[in-house]
């Protein structure tokens, strides 16, 4: 069964950061787009920023500035460092390829960020 484990979640202060790491098999790293996912409570999940084989991002309004993606070949992980963190980023973060594939959601990893 494929995984993708998601993890370096926590809480934080508003303003502070974070870095969240998701490792996968090679197979399905070197051939995906990889991406970011959220999902706040009471909302539906959502796309947070992905990253081409070629390493083209591409991220969501809302973090724009603020979070950057980034993969590592040799280790089949990709990262999200996020910076200037707001309240709104309280959600679970998983990673999935890009557009998603559903049997290819892990646990998640939960960033609160408190006021």
């Known amino acids: 069964q494929v995984q993708l484990v998601e993890s370096g979640g926590g809480l934080v202060q508003a303003g502070g950061s974070l870095r969240l790491s998701c490792a996968t098999s090679?197979?399905?790293?070197?051939?995906?787009?990889m991406g970011w996912y959220r999902q706040a409570p009471g909302k539906q999940r959502e796309v947070v920023a992905r990253?081409?084989?070629?390493?083209?991002?591409n991220y969501a309004d809302s973090v724009k500035g603020r979070f950057t993606i980034s993969r590592d070949n040799a280790k089949s992980t990709v990262y999200l460092q996020m910076n200037r963190m707001k309240p709104e980023d309280t959600a679970v973060y998983y990673c999935?390829?890009?557009?998603?594939?559903?049997?290819?959601w892990g646990q998640g990893t939960q960033v609160t960020v408190s006021s």
């Open positions: 999935n390829i890009f557009p998603s594939w559903r049997d290819y």
């Open positions: 090679r197979s399905i790293f070197s051939l995906n787009v």
């Open positions: 990253i081409t084989i070629g390493d083209v991002a």
